[in-house]
């Protein structure tokens, strides 16, 4: 897991200096070399574009949107995954029986089920549901099963010693020891599904972000679609920061030099 | 619940309960691991009995099956041949009345002190368990410790704590496979004297593994002397001396001498 954020002066600027140099180098083409020509908009365009969505309420509606659909998605997806996992881990008897079937699965790239999904469930919520549930089922399942059978068989002895009940295991060993791998497969859950959602927007919505930049797209608003992909980007790192704030949060009985 | 922490009554009633007088029997004990083809016997034909309150120290070569005969009576292990009764009972795997301290604490990380000794405790939801657990981190000398996590503790803390907590059951019996080991040897010194004193102040079972020669003699009232693998029992040597045990003393030495010229029997 990653050290405590460096708030130090070099170390900022070390790491603004990429995202200035593309301002200076896009500023550059599109003002003094006129580049761009309906493909690249200028900072100003770009500026006043954002100023028009979010004073109409375009933005913040597809933001909402996009938000509501990974928060129900994802909830189902980890409510589905993580119990699964800890059952596979727990009975690898259980676990015969369905791991090659979604070591099957997991190959296969969510997007590649849209058809089917349009075909079955049409194109409303249904669709976009699924696509996320998929997108984030396997990195939660995943990583659940490896931070169970991961635990330390030494602690299972405990377990046994100290007569835990089938609850107490639960509670006492099984959530807690697998907590750390548990918190990587949400966070990778999370940004796949993100990611899933916009492309699955893209072919089959009507709101959202991804079909903002869609519609922006038919519509040659350029500008809108660059607001589009930075809102995404930005959003997808917030998920990613929360992620790790909270695991720090979750793991707190951890030293940091502890961690592989 | 209040029973729990009297042990002193308990060991009373008990008392008369037992003729014998043996606390932990175990009768004609074998263990081997592995299938039929690669068949690993670590013990054979085990017969012992620690009558109640004693201290016994199991020695002998590393690989004897010193471990695998403690694991057995805590009922990790179930024994492949021959049987193990505590206090009359047959064993069948772990129970209350057996406390068993490994050679690494074994705490869980992720819980407090407090947390990790609380769940030593058979009723752990009873409305007394601060107090319980308050009573035995007291006993081990970890008073203020009780929100620490264990990656706080030194290495002889962690292990106390472990104590505490395989003491929270108040078990008749008190397994140690070989708990001062990874310890410096003044922490190690220090724990001995404390472990005399529960033994002293709780009147337990003790059953320890040991490889370390003046440890079983500092500690225990009887030796038993296991043969190499398979393991068998070579011989039980009393130590009759008064506690607490001087190591300089001429007695101390003659019983020293004596198990060494046993372990070394059995290399020649």
């Known amino acids: ?260 | 619940m209040s029973s729990t922490f009297c042990t002193g009554k308990s060991q009373k009633k008990t008392s008369d309960a037992s003729p014998q007088g043996a606390d932990v029997k175990v009768l004609n004990l074998s263990k081997w691991f592995g299938g039929p083809n690669n068949r690993l016997k670590a013990l054979e034909n085990v017969t012992m009995e620690v009558p109640k309150g004693a201290f016994f120290s199991v020695i002998g070569q590393s690989g004897c099956g010193k471990t695998t005969l403690l694991r057995l009576i805590a009922g990790l292990e179930t024994p492949s041949r021959g049987r193990i009764e505590v206090d009359g009972r047959q064993v069948e795997g772990t129970g209350w009345e057996r406390g068993l301290i490994f050679q690494e604490p074994r705490l869980f990380p992720w819980a407090t002190v407090e947390h990790n000794v609380r769940l030593g405790l058979p009723d752990r939801d009873s409305s007394v368990w601060p107090d319980l657990v308050a009573e035995l981190l007291e006993l081990v000398g970890l008073e203020g410790f009780a929100a620490a996590f264990p990656r706080k503790l030194s290495g002889g803390m962690a292990q106390r704590v472990a104590l505490a907590r395989a003491l929270a059951s108040t078990p008749r019996v008190l397994l140690l496979d070989e708990p001062l080991g990874a310890l410096d040897a003044v922490t190690r010194a220090r724990m001995q004297k404390e472990l005399l004193g529960i033994w002293h102040k709780r009147k337990i079972t003790m059953l320890a593994v040991t490889h370390d020669l003046d440890e079983a003699i500092l500690l225990s009232t009887h030796i038993v002397v296991l043969s190499e693998r398979p393991g068998t029992v070579k011989s039980v040597i009393p130590i009759q001396m008064e506690y607490p045990r001087d190591r300089t003393s001429m007695e101390f030495n003659r019983f020293k001498q004596e198990l060494v010229k046993l372990l070394l029997e059995e290399v020649s």
């Not at chain 1, 998605?73 to 409510?79: E, I, K, N, S």
């Not at chain 1, 996320?132 to 931070?147: D, E, Q, R, S």
């Not at chain 1, 099984?174 to 918190?183: D, E, F, R």
Request: proline content about 5%; some cysteine.
């Open chain 1, 1 to 260: 897991m990653d050290k405590k954020v460096d708030w130090g002066w070099r170390v900022m600027a070390r790491k603004a200096t990429l995202p200035i140099m593309v301002l200076g180098i896009w500023w550059w083409l599109t003002n003094v070399r006129g580049f761009g020509g309906g493909i690249l908009p200028t900072p100003h365009e770009f500026t006043a574009g954002l100023g028009r969505l979010i004073t109409t309420g375009q933005l913040w509606r597809h933001i909402s949107i996009s938000l509501l659909r990974i928060g129900q998605g994802f909830g189902l997806a980890a409510g589905l995954a993580i119990p699964l996992g800890i059952l596979v881990a727990a009975f690898p008897i259980f676990g015969q029986f369905v791991l090659p079937s979604l070591e099957f699965l997991r190959q296969i790239p969510p997007i590649a089920w849209i058809p089917v999904f349009i075909l079955a469930l049409g194109i409303g919520e249904a669709t976009k549901l699924a696509v996320i549930v998929y997108a984030a089922f396997f990195p939660v399942f995943m990583n659940t099963i490896l931070g169970v059978t991961q635990i330390d068989q030494h602690y299972w002895e405990v377990a046994r010693l100290l007569q835990f009940s089938k609850q107490e295991t639960l509670r006492e060993l099984i959530v807690p020891g697998a907590m750390a791998s548990l918190a990587t497969g949400i966070r990778l859950g999370l940004s796949n599904s993100w990611r899933a959602l916009v492309a699955a927007e893209m072919l089959a919505a009507v709101s959202g972000l991804g079909y903002m930049i869609m519609s922006a797209r038919s519509l040659v608003r350029m500008d809108e679609v660059f607001i589009g992909i930075l809102v995404i980007g930005l959003l997808g790192t917030a998920f990613d920061w929360g992620c790790r704030v909270l695991e720090q949060h979750f793991l707190y009985w951890q030293k940091p030099e502890e961690d592989i």
